[in-house]
């Protein structure tokens, strides 16, 4: 996997994978659930409503402005009637712009919903990593460090450490929060990110 420095890169390349790939997705899904009788007839229809869903998806987030109610119920609406990958993007949008707004429980609760509409585990791992952010904000450390570990892949470990880090810190763990962030140093990831990193265990003392 593609090693990103903070999930928005990541966020940012998934939703162009699935804005543009509807058919390897359903595709992907048929495959998965050995759906093997009448699979022709299946791809079809279901490669169609890829597209109109994908094309709906487009439509409603392009339109998503904060300061216009009724463009968030649009995109809370669009959520709630696809529990698919397309649903779960509109719920990690959504949850940005509460999360813009400082409205922490609703953003919590809409990638808390989201997560449950997909099993791509790049898009569950951005959105675990989203709401371990926002846990840390609530200043709800353990359920941070709970939602951290369901992350899976390698290509999150800088990340995860990162948020672990603060989380453990928050607690007063010092030890704790400087084994996490040399960890994550250690890893393959941003100059950038291993800079931060060890800027905030030389704050440490």
Partial sequence: MEIYSNDNDQVDALRRFFASNGKALVVGVILGVGAL???????????????????????????????KPQTLEAVSQFANDNNNTYGALASLDLAKQYVDQNELDKAATQLQSGLKDT????????????????????????????????????GWTAIIADIRGEALLSKGDIQGARDAWSKGIASDTSPA?????????????
């Fill in 37 to 67: 009788v009448g699979w022709r007839y299946w791809s079809t229809h279901q490669d169609g409503n890829a597209k109109e869903t994908s094309a709906a998806y487009q439509q409603v987030t392009t339109a998503l402005d904060a300061s």
């Fill in 193 to 205: 990110l291993k800079e931060m990193m060890q800027m905030k265990m030389n704050n440490l003392g």
């Fill in 119 to 154: 099993q791509d585990a790049n898009l569950q791992a951005v959105m675990n990593l989203r709401l371990a952010r926002i846990q840390l904000q609530q200043k709800k450390a353990d359920e941070a460090i709970k939602t951290l570990d369901a992350v899976k892949g390698d």
